[in-house]
Each structure stands twice: as C-alpha cells, then as structure tokens.
C-alpha cells in the first residue's frame, strides 16, 4: 500500500526529470570543465542520447537504476500498478538495447553509466569516457 496520497503521488512522479537530472548535470559539467565539448539529448542521434561526441561517434547515457531496470530480476518490484511498472521497465529494457545494437551496428560506441555510478565514483567513469575518447582521437 502506498503510503502518500493520490495527489503526492501525482505530484512526486511528475517531478522525476527525464533529462537534466542531477548525475547528467555533474557529468555534464566536470566534462565541459575538463575541456570535452560534446552535445546534449542530440536528435539527430538514434535514441537521443544524453551526451554524444558526433564526429567520434561516441554516445553516453545516464540511465536511472529504477526506470532502466539495474537488477531486475532480483529486485523487490513496485507493488502500486505492478504491472503497469513492470512492463514499463521490461520495455525500457529492451529499447535500450535496440538503440545500442542500432547505434553499435551504424559505427558508434556505446557508453551507459547508472546514476548511482555517477553520484559514488566520478572519477572512474570520466576515465572510461577519456580512454574512449582518446582512442578515437589519436593525438598526432
């Protein structure tokens, strides 16, 4: 059972951001402090990255552990509207992995980092993405 009203409920879920989130906001900024200049949820990308570096064809994304479904299957499931989340998660699920295997099949490399992630071990993740990028940009 849940315990808000329908209206905090309401008002708590439509508060949850789809981009510009706080872990996409700090990697968003330590990069551009580091000198990376990169485009934000570009379009013209398939699946809408949240970072992409285009002329590397590199593209990063921030997913979050619950709506992208980060152990699942061992995870205590929503007990409000069960089914309505599960399939929600099922089906975020596997467009994340279309749009990998799209994004991976036209040629580019595909980095995703959990918020969590993000948030406890900053360093290691901009040191995935500067090993990938510099392996894609060779200095001369």
Avoid: C
Wanted: charged letters at 30%; zero cysteines; a positive charge.
């Amino acid at each position: 059972m849940d315990n808000l009203t329908e209206d905090q409920r309401r008002k708590n879920m439509q508060a949850i951001r789809s981009t510009g989130t706080k872990a996409e906001l700090l990697l968003m900024k330590t990069l551009w402090s580091l000198g990376y200049r990169y485009r934000k949820n570009n379009k013209t990308v398939f699946g809408k990255p949240d970072i992409t570096f285009k002329k590397l064809r590199i593209a990063i994304f921030v997913d979050s552990e619950f709506f992208h479904g980060k152990d699942f299957e061992t995870k205590k499931k929503p007990v409000n509207n069960a089914d309505f989340w599960e399939k929600k998660i099922r089906r975020n699920m596997e467009r994340d992995n279309e749009v990998n295997t799209h994004l991976i099949q036209s040629g580019w490399t595909v980095l995703r980092f959990w918020t969590n992630q993000i948030k406890k071990d900053l360093p290691t993740v901009i040191a995935t993405i500067e090993h990938h990028l510099s392996s894609k940009n060779p200095i001369p």
